[in-house]
């Protein structure tokens, strides 16, 4: 890969494709390491901790693979990413153990 060289979607400088991430959309969107991969992921970084969902392509909406993401991005960053998805798992278990806390409350207390 030290040989093949792509343009960011994002700044247009050509890189080594080692120096970035691809999305996994059929066009294979790439994002340079430098400054346009980390203020993307930085972008949705909010959305991620309320969807509980993948980096998604800004340009075909394709998701970015994680191991594209972990060898392209710093490990600070990484680490963000990782807490974003674990912070909305968490928030989509505690919505359904609340949704469920209510149902079975209504039940009670209808039959009463």
Not at 70 to 99: E, F
Request: proline share 1%.
């Amino acid at each position: 890969g030290y040989d093949k060289f792509l343009k960011c979607s994002s700044c247009y400088d050509e890189l080594n494709m080692d120096e970035g991430a691809r999305c996994s959309g059929s066009d294979s969107h790439f994002f340079c390491s430098d400054t346009c991969l980390a203020n993307l992921l930085e972008s949705q970084l909010s959305s991620l901790k309320s969807q509980a969902c993948c980096v998604l392509c800004p340009i075909c909406k394709a998701e970015f693979i994680d191991s594209e993401l972990a060898k392209s991005c710093s490990d600070q960053m990484w680490k963000k990413l990782q807490d974003a998805k674990v912070d909305a798992r968490v928030a989509t278990h505690v919505k359904q153990l609340q949704h469920d806390f209510d149902e079975r409350l209504k039940r009670r207390v209808d039959e009463l």
